[in-house]
């Protein structure tokens, strides 16, 4: 399965669309991840873990064949929900 996980928080962004374009050329063998649908909690080294969605997440990272990260670009680096993942 190739995963595909869209980091932008902005409906109209560029690399959302990028994402689902890249999801409908894959379709058949992809699975989509919108950061903006899933509550994700802050990255704190230790509780986060026990959260339900990093669960889920850490399991379709584990079993994705490919991952691409379609993620805005802000001072010549990721945004920080990408950082965050």
């Given at each position: 399965?190739?995963?595909?996980?869209?980091?932008?928080?902005?409906?109209?962004?560029?690399?959302r669309?990028?994402?689902?374009?890249?999801?409908n050329?894959?379709?058949?063998n992809?699975?989509?991840?919108?950061?903006?649908?899933?509550?994700?909690?802050?990255?704190?080294?230790?509780?986060c873990?026990?959260?339900?969605?990093?669960?889920?997440?850490?399991?379709?990272?584990?079993?994705?064949?490919?991952?691409?990260?379609?993620?805005?670009i802000?001072?010549?680096?990721?945004?920080?929900?990408?950082?965050?993942?």
């Amino acid at each position: 399965m190739h995963l595909i996980i869209s980091c932008s928080l902005n409906p109209s962004s560029k690399s959302r669309i990028m994402a689902e374009y890249a999801y409908n050329l894959y379709c058949k063998n992809a699975k989509l991840i919108d950061l903006q649908k899933i509550k994700l909690p802050m990255c704190d080294g230790d509780a986060c873990y026990k959260h339900p969605a990093v669960g889920i997440l850490k399991e379709n990272i584990q079993n994705a064949s490919s991952i691409l990260i379609a993620g805005p670009i802000y001072n010549y680096d990721l945004n920080a929900a990408s950082k965050n993942l």
